[in-house]
């Protein structure tokens, strides 16, 4: 039975081309038995796990064959078997560590990793997840106190000056970055100089697709739909007749975002209720493709004082209008900071508030009067005082 899945994991992790080691390989406890990695529609999951297996099989080249197994739940196999039935299978032949990859399309997939976990006490299990899953909480009970849940984002700035100029840059807190970013700035520029690949970056620079012999917007528009058509309408079990809808919202947001919304105009325009919009709205940002930005101790299902895309490029996908570089800032900003802090709006004469004390400005060009406070300014390679380089925000992670 598990013959041909050791053939095909032997084989993927033999041939997947991974560029670069990502940062949350090493952020992860690999010591818990059951492991979730959430993340966005082509940011890499798949080629996560198989690094994984590759870089294990490596570090223990005197591990058994099939001790550690990549399993795609694509597969048809699973139709007619269960997910306890495999792993009981796979332990009985010595196995150590599942790959789950796809889980969500077997019926029932989080009460059996729990009946797995539970059962196997040496099994350690890994698996993919839609960033629109619950995985705790009331909906995810089953796993709740056992999952340990990491996010994978698409390339920060920093992974991607890696890789295109061969360099080996370190991540800096925000607090290193807020206090030390002169002499930071001077460390990075010493060995590459990050606003010759920032626009190429902001265009196509998130998702690894960009490394793949393809079209890129096309590779884009179809992640985009796949989004919508599984991590929305699938997960969430959202009938398919409503599914122009939620494209039309999109699209409307599209056209205007980053924006101040009006959901009742939106709503209007879709033909569906004001909550159904919102609920919608909360799918999307969910996954990942749009980001809301609140008023301090507001949240969803609260009405978001702005949307944005969830990153540049997809930003950069705009087909109604030119993106201002005011925008592209904007959206660059507020993603790698909502990677790592907590980012709202607020009532004071700031832009964003981030985790409730820092008070920032995002600004195209270099102010004429010195800012007064901290303010993220794209033009610019060195910052002084107040004025802080854009591109060191791609240090986050």
Request: charged share 25%.
């Amino acid at each position: 039975m598990l013959d041909p899945f050791i053939q095909t994991h032997k084989y993927l992790i033999e041939h997947v081309q991974v560029p670069m080691r990502r940062q949350l390989m090493d952020e992860i406890d690999w010591n818990d038995r059951l492991i979730a990695i959430k993340g966005g529609r082509g940011v890499g999951k798949t080629d996560f796990l198989l690094a994984y297996a590759r870089e294990k099989s490596r570090r223990l080249p005197h591990e058994a064959p099939g001790e550690t197994l990549y399993v795609n739940f694509n597969n048809f196999y699973f139709s007619r078997h269960s997910i306890t039935e495999f792993a009981s299978e796979f332990v009985k032949k010595g196995g150590k560590t599942l790959l789950l990859d796809q889980v969500f399309k077997y019926p029932n997939w989080m009460h059996e990793l729990r009946v797995c976990h539970d059962k196997h006490k040496a099994l350690h299990i890994v698996f993919t997840a839609s960033p629109v899953m619950e995985l705790e909480g009331e909906e995810a009970k089953e796993l709740n106190g056992v999952v340990k849940i990491y996010n994978l984002r698409g390339f920060s700035l920093r992974e991607y000056l890696n890789l295109q100029a061969h360099v080996q840059l370190d991540t800096y807190s925000l607090d290193d970055i807020l206090q030390h970013h002169e002499l930071i700035a001077r460390e990075v520029l010493s060995q590459v100089r990050p606003q010759q690949y920032m626009d190429a970056y902001l265009h196509h620079g998130y998702y690894p697709s960009y490394l793949e012999n393809r079209n890129f917007s096309e590779e884009l528009l179809r992640t985009m739909n796949m989004a919508l058509e599984v991590d929305v309408l699938i997960i969430k079990q959202i009938d398919v007749p409503y599914l122009n809808k939620i494209r039309k919202l999109l699209y409307l947001l599209m056209e205007n975002a980053p924006y101040v919304p009006n959901v009742s105009t939106l709503s209007e325009q879709i033909e569906t209720s004001r909550a159904t919009t919102m609920n919608y709205l909360g799918y999307m940002q969910r996954a990942r493709l749009i980001n809301l930005l609140y008023d301090e101790g507001k949240t969803f299902p609260s009405k978001p004082s702005k949307v944005y895309l969830q990153n540049t490029n997809l930003a950069y996908m705009n087909f109604a209008r030119d993106i201002t570089p005011q925008d592209i800032a904007e959206t660059f900003f507020y993603n790698s900071i909502h990677s790592c802090h907590k980012i709202n709006s607020t009532e004071r004469n700031a832009m964003f508030v981030i985790d409730g004390k820092h008070y920032f400005d995002v600004k195209e060009k270099m102010p004429v009067r010195t800012p007064i406070r901290p303010t993220a300014v794209a033009n610019i390679e060195y910052g002084r005082g107040n004025a802080i380089p854009l591109w060191l925000f791609g240090f986050l992670y």
